[in-house]
């Protein structure tokens, strides 16, 4: 499957960064490089990874140098990164995020960063943007018979948001891949989590994660 998503997305051949502006190195983020992304990916070595919501991409790449330190090959290895690259409400009601200095165009900069990134990261051939929201990009993936290892679910905090993210993703997912879910200290998460996947959700190293 690694290496034809980013071909259905984009376009076969498709380099989505010639000509890019190159933004300094900034990868900004929460909870990046916690334990549970070691522990899971040193027991799955997965090819393929899904991640939903990636802001900056320091997450991405660190499940794509930790997959590529446990053997898995740069040929083998796609990482895709859903996200509208637009923000949520939280970055324009409490964190007061974008100005007119990180915008352009009205539109804020994140997708220019997270591409500068990875071209800093040297993940071009490894991590693939899929910039949409979450939900059109699951049935996406689902339209493309994708079956990922493990999906990265960091988006949306409320119940509803969350609870949609849970069910789609869960059906990206192979038999035996892991759903990781970020943020579980929000309540709504942890109940949007047990009306769809109940009393099977572990928690892990200040995270969730789901076995399907």
């Known amino acids: 499957m690694a290496k034809t998503i980013s071909d259905k997305i984009h376009g076969e051949g498709v380099d989505i960064f010639a000509g890019l502006n190159l933004l300094e190195e900034d990868l900004q983020g929460w909870a990046s490089t916690d334990n549970c992304f070691v522990e899971i990916i040193e027991n799955i070595k ?7 919501g990636t802001w900056k991409g320091a997450s991405a790449v660190n499940m794509a140098a930790l997959a590529l330190a446990q053997g898995v090959s740069n040929d083998e290895l796609e990482v895709v990164c859903v996200d ?8 324009y009601t409490m964190l007061s995020t974008f ?6 165009h009205g539109r804020p900069l994140i997708y220019d960063q997270f591409l500068s990134n990875i071209v800093h990261n040297k993940l071009t051939k490894v991590i693939t943007p899929f ?7 699951a049935l996406s993936l689902i339209n493309w018979n994708v079956q990922a290892d493990l999906v990265y ?3 949306a905090h409320d119940f509803e948001y969350v609870q949609v993210d849970f069910i789609r993703y869960a059906n990206v997912l192979r038999p035996g891949g892991y759903i990781l879910i970020d943020d579980w200290h929000h309540q709504p998460i942890k109940d949007a989590a047990k009306s769809v996947f109940g009393d099977k959700v572990f928690e ?9």
């Open 46 to 52: 997965p090819k393929t990874i899904i991640e939903v």
């Open 153 to 155: 679910i960091d988006a």
């Open 99 to 104: 100005n007119a200095e990180n915008k352009k």
């Open 84 to 91: 509208t690259f637009l923000g949520s409400v939280e970055h």
């Open 131 to 137: 910039p949409i929201d979450s939900g059109n990009g």
């Open 204 to 212: 892990i190293h200040g995270k969730a994660a789901w076995i399907k």
